[in-house]
């Protein structure tokens, strides 16, 4: 099924990849520029005595070879920055499609004010009478609990992240596996959390396959005048003056490069520009 892509989802996709080579180019510079400190390999001198015009040099005042140790664990600590970033961005975007469903139907989403990481799926299953993939939602709720440790417990494994891997369903460990080409840890109480590349790769494709499931199961769950209100509120802004002809054009264009999938009739369009109004 194709994706409607409304405003709040592009922009999700667009951060997601942002996100993801902001982490790839930090990651490849950090060992680019390990490669290249091999050629000062022996030398006693500080970072700054040998490369002096490096804007900050001196806040990275280690020699060679330290240095050298600390840019080769970059991964570990740019998974650290980047996992709850891509979980943070998800978590948003989920928030914003329960926000859809209670208007569409208010008091659908039940409790839609205690939305957490830990239930905000369960929540949208409920809503939108749909059941996302099980391996995808056991996943997430154990990279979730990866990341409080880092969190809350300074990536310090507690009891309850213990006993999750340890329930956590075969099927559901082979996809980890499949997708990040690394077994999930089996982490005990009091083990330290990696958050690294593998984790970094299998959390984007996690929350892009949910992602991807909570918007079809938006579909045909929201009422076309939904639909067409987000069309009429990307139509206004930025507004774009025209003639009514243009105007026409120009809505149906939206509706039709990004809202496809839902087929919104010209009336509904219509109707919409009605409500929302023109600037």
Aim: aromatic fraction near 6%; charged fraction near 25%.
């Amino acid at each position: 099924m194709a994706e409607v892509k409304y405003k709040r989802y592009r922009d999700y996709l667009r951060q997601r990849v942002a996100t993801n080579d902001t982490m790839m180019g930090l990651l490849a510079g950090s060992k680019l520029a390990s490669q290249t400190l091999t050629l000062t390999a022996g030398s006693r001198l500080r970072l700054k005595d040998i490369f002096p015009e490096v804007p900050h040099i001196e806040r990275f005042n280690l020699t060679t070879e330290k240095a050298r140790v600390v840019l080769n664990d970059a991964e570990n600590l740019l998974g650290v920055l980047a996992v709850p970033q891509i979980m943070a961005l998800h978590e948003d975007l989920m928030t914003g499609m329960l926000g859809l469903l209670e208007l569409n139907s208010p008091g659908s989403t039940k409790s839609k004010d205690n939305v957490t990481a830990s239930n905000l799926h369960e929540k949208f299953e409920a809503a939108a009478n749909m059941t996302f993939t099980a391996a995808s939602l056991q996943l997430f709720h154990l990279i979730r609990l990866a990341r409080n440790e880092h969190i809350h417990n300074g990536g310090v494994v507690r009891q309850r992240f213990a006993t999750a891997i340890a329930a956590c369903s075969a099927t559901s460990l082979r996809v980890w596996e499949d997708v990040t080409g690394e077994p999930f840890p089996a982490y005990r109480t009091g083990d330290r959390v990696k958050l690294g590349l593998p984790e970094l790769i299998g959390t984007l494709a996690l929350t892009k396959r949910l992602a991807t499931e909570a918007n079809e199961g938006l579909q045909p769950v929201l009422s076309a005048s939904i639909w067409a209100d987000l069309v009429a509120e990307e139509w206004k802004d930025p507004w774009v003056p025209g003639n009514p002809g243009q105007q026409d054009k120009r809505i149906q264009g939206i509706a039709r490069k990004y809202y496809g999938a839902v087929n919104i009739k010209a009336a509904e369009l219509a109707d919409a520009r009605k409500r929302i109004g023109n600037p």
